[in-house]
């Protein structure tokens, strides 16, 4: 692709910034296939999304069958990953009609969590937190995975069961709204419901979905009025602006989020493999960027959804598995600091963002770019050694210096071409 335009000046200068040491990095997976577990922990992931059925723990009222579980967690404890256990998967033999609308009876679900949480709760599981269904925002007549959205009232009341039930066993436990689809069909003012229905007090963290062909997909916030957001950013504003509304400020989770391909049918093509690993530091840097709590790339194991895998059939890394291993190793310990704005790169489709590293002295840029591949110079009077590290998403390292650049000019800029593949930035060493 052509490079267009001027090149751009941008300074890498020293900062200061606090540096807490106890802050969790929010890079995780979901897998339904533990033996891989390994595959987590070697790319450096901190998280997991485990889904527990009740219809197999439970198919007969009163009757647990833990073994599943019991060897998952204790494989999660073990990988010293953090769970967030989703409930889902009403027993329809006996608890609902359907498996994932409202009960017969709310004690059934009471009485459900009362054993799951005693059970789990303390080590070696240390399980903390709880989701509450999955995408219950889903209308009953067409939803599968969720279907509360045309019973609000039911939610709330099996959300304020869930959340006493949890609480009164484990006060440190944190329970979270079940991930909210929030696009195509479903009940796109679910959360404004749960809201007025009173069932803000009975959850501490909003677990909400997105995937990368939504980017361009709008959410219309309340303030300003009429206003329009858009992508993931978008999502957590509306959820953020709703949550205002009512008077409560939450955290967030990304409970899923990942680039599929298309037809559904088909493996990804080459050319969706490079996208696709693209999206790996996109979707996690811009989750970052708005102070998620944890981002769970859905899935590890083949096929994922729509084939949204880390993973190939046979357990394999595919492209997208190695650009998390290079998102977690570059960003090992990095704090999120800002966006970088225009003026600083020179273009609007240039997107950039700035992290703090080594306890908060120097700093590290992300970057891509809409479309074009742009220029962007980095003045040799701010690089202490006169040299810039630059590292692509699947970890090549190139140390560029003034006349041995991406323009080979000697100019007092070390200049680097950014493309729609994201790239590591900083001063070297």
Partial sequence: MATEGLTTTAYLPLVTKYHDPSWVA????????????????????KWIRVNLRWDEVEPTKGSYNWDIYDDRLAKVAEAGLTPIVYI???????????????????????????????????????????EIYNEPDNWRETGTIGCMGSDIPEYVSLLTVAHDTVK???????????????????NLDFLDQVMEEGGGDYFDIVSFHFYAEQINEGYT????????????????????????????????????????????????SAADLETQADYVPILNVRGMSTDLESIIWFTLEWPGFYH??????????????????????????????????????GHADIEGHVFSLRGGTTKKVVLWTSEQTRLMGFPVTYLPSGQLRVVDKYGTERILTDGSDDTGIEDGLVTVAIGPSPIYVEAYP
């Fill in 168 to 186: 009164a066993l484990d006060p440190e436990a944190q329970i979270l709204l079940g991930g909210l689809a929030m696009v195509g069909s479903v």
């Fill in 26 to 45: 929010p890079f995780g997976t979901e897998t339904h296939d533990y033996q891989l577990l390994s595959r987590a922990t070697e790319a450096r992931m």
């Fill in 88 to 130: 889902w998967k009403n027993p329809t033999s006996w608890a609902a009609t359907t498996d994932c609308g409202p009960l017969y009876d709310n004690q059934y679900l009471a009485d459900f969590l009362s054993a799951a949480v005693s059970r789990y709760k303390d080590s070696p599981y240390n399980v903390k937190y709880w």
């Fill in 308 to 345: 949204s895998a880390l993973l190939d059939q046979s357990g394999t890394p595919k492209p997208a598995y190695l650009a998390y291993e290079t998102l977690t190793e570059e960003l090992a310990g990095a704090r999120y600091l800002r966006q970088m704005d225009s003026i600083e790169t």
């Fill in 221 to 268: 916030c309340f303030d300003p009025p009429q206003c329009t957001t858009k992508g993931l950013l978008g999502k957590a504003a509306i959820i953020r602006d709703t949550l205002v509304q009512h008077g409560y400020d939450k955290p967030l989770i990304l409970t899923e989020t990942a680039k599929r391909c298309f037809p559904v049918d088909s493996p990804c």
